[in-house]
């Protein structure tokens, strides 16, 4: 496995990571705990050293299921988690439950987090969401504190917007922009990406499959169950599926050149924007799990990145990415 640095920061990584998020919640029901303790092992096995999971993702359960999984591996893997989500209702879903960067909050969350994952500092910490009630300053000068208390290794933000990237950035380093980066969303190219790279930022695209769709396993027909996040996104409706099926042709395409899936081709273009992008596709499956981890090793040319690109512009990509609330939440 290749190794890659976010940004300036002199944090090492495994050029693909592992999202750990859809093991314990959004894609359907928990999945079998020693199935995904055993998958978890695996990846440290084939090279995979970067884990991502956050406080809401069950809530708390994933970071116990990480923390626990990788006990064995401390000080040889970097987990980064979240904090940023108010979990004090009922509802602890992130699409329900509202936002709480207070520094208060950030802190108790840190304590909280430190247990469940059972190390003695996290190694990546990032504002889930921004929250617009609290000054990223104040965000930016809890985690500072954290890190002197030796808490905290690392500063990380998620789907935050260039102006609150700087402001942060002035008051505790960034090491790494967490946001949604694929040939389906694009978004980050205009602004975020030559940001990132003027501060020396290292990037973490997640969803870098599509959430499954650039695998090239889903068509219209394709259904999700009600406690599948998917059910409710407009990009998953039938009629977006169908009309997006032209970029999982692209990357057929390019993959027959390669001998490569559509999953591999998704990943090793995202690999080949910049050095210092590291994608963290998720998966409950070891066989996913190897062929992500595959992508490593397709070398796409700059004639094979030119032919990806003009296919790419002529695709119109159909449905928000999130409903209204959620994408409110992004790019503040």
Same mark, same amino acid.
């Given at each position: 496995?290749?190794?890659? @640095? *976010?940004?300036?920061?002199? *944090?090492?990584?495994?050029?693909?990571? *592992?999202?750990?998020?859809?093991?314990?919640?959004?894609?359907?029901?928990?999945?079998?705990?020693? &199935?995904?303790?055993?998958?978890?092992?695996?990846?440290?096995?084939?090279?995979?050293?970067?884990?991502?999971?956050?406080?809401?993702?069950?809530?708390?359960?994933?970071?116990?299921?990480?923390?626990?999984?990788?006990?064995?591996?401390?000080?040889?893997?970097?987990?980064?988690?979240?904090?940023?989500?108010? $979990?004090?209702?009922? =509802?602890?879903?992130?699409?329900?439950?509202?936002?709480?960067?207070?520094?208060?909050?950030?802190?108790?969350?840190?304590?909280?987090?430190?247990?469940?994952?059972?190390?003695?500092?996290?190694?990546?910490?990032?504002? !889930?969401?921004?929250?617009?009630?609290?000054?990223?300053?104040?965000? /930016?000068?809890?985690?500072?504190?954290?890190?002197?208390?030796?808490?905290?290794? !690392?500063?990380?933000?998620?789907?935050?917007?260039?102006?609150?990237?700087?402001?942060? !950035?002035?008051?505790?380093?960034?090491?790494? $922009? #967490?946001?949604?980066?694929? $040939?389906?969303?694009?978004?980050?190219?205009?602004?975020?990406?030559?940001?990132?790279?003027?501060?020396?930022?290292?990037?973490?695209?997640?969803?870098?499959?599509?959430?499954?769709? *650039?695998?090239?396993?889903? =068509?219209?027909?394709?259904?999700?169950?009600?406690?599948?996040?998917?059910?409710?996104?407009?990009?998953?409706?039938? &009629?977006?599926?169908?009309?997006?099926?032209?970029?999982?042709?692209?990357?057929?395409?390019?993959?027959?050149?390669?001998?490569?899936?559509? /999953? #591999?081709? /998704? $990943?090793?273009?995202?690999?080949?924007? @910049?050095?210092?992008?590291?994608?963290?596709?998720?998966?409950?499956?070891? !066989?996913?799990?190897?062929?992500?981890?595959?992508?490593?090793?397709?070398?796409?040319?700059?004639?094979?990145?030119? =032919?990806?690109?003009?296919?790419?512009? @002529?695709?119109?990509?159909?449905?928000?990415?999130?409903?209204?609330?959620?994408? #409110?939440?992004?790019?503040?």
């Amino acid at each position: 496995m290749q190794k890659r @640095k *976010l940004g300036n920061s002199n *944090l090492e990584v495994s050029a693909i990571g *592992l999202g750990c998020m859809g093991m314990s919640f959004s894609y359907g029901p928990p999945k079998d705990k020693a &199935e995904m303790t055993a998958l978890l092992r695996t990846a440290v096995e084939r090279g995979v050293t970067f884990f991502d999971t956050a406080e809401v993702y069950g809530p708390f359960i994933n970071e116990e299921l990480v923390g626990e999984a990788l006990a064995p591996f401390r000080g040889k893997v970097v987990i980064a988690t979240k904090f940023g989500f108010d $979990l004090s209702g009922t =509802d602890k879903r992130p699409g329900a439950a509202g936002l709480n960067s207070r520094p208060e909050n950030i802190k108790r969350v840190a304590d909280a987090s430190l247990q469940r994952l059972k190390v003695d500092a996290i190694d990546l910490f990032y504002q !889930h969401r921004v929250d617009l009630d609290v000054p990223i300053e104040d965000v /930016a000068g809890a985690v500072k504190e954290l890190i002197q208390a030796g808490k905290v290794k !690392h500063f990380g933000l998620s789907e935050a917007g260039v102006q609150t990237i700087r402001r942060a !950035h002035a008051v505790q380093p960034v090491t790494a $922009l #967490q946001s949604e980066y694929s $040939l389906w969303t694009r978004t980050p190219e205009k602004e975020v990406i030559p940001t990132l790279e003027d501060l020396g930022i290292g990037f973490v695209p997640y969803s870098p499959l599509g959430k499954g769709f *650039l695998t090239g396993k889903m =068509d219209e027909k394709t259904t999700f169950d009600s406690s599948d996040f998917r059910s409710t996104l407009p990009r998953f409706t039938p &009629e977006a599926l169908k009309a997006n099926q032209a970029l999982i042709d692209l990357l057929g395409t390019i993959g027959k050149r390669k001998k490569a899936t559509p /999953a #591999q081709i /998704a $990943l090793a273009w995202l690999l080949a924007q @910049k050095p210092w992008i590291v994608p963290i596709p998720g998966t409950t499956k070891l !066989h996913r799990l190897d062929e992500n981890i595959g992508a490593v090793a397709v070398e796409l040319t700059p004639d094979d990145l030119r =032919d990806i690109e003009s296919a790419a512009a @002529k695709i119109t990509v159909h449905g928000a990415r999130y409903p209204d609330k959620l994408e #409110q939440m992004t790019g503040r």
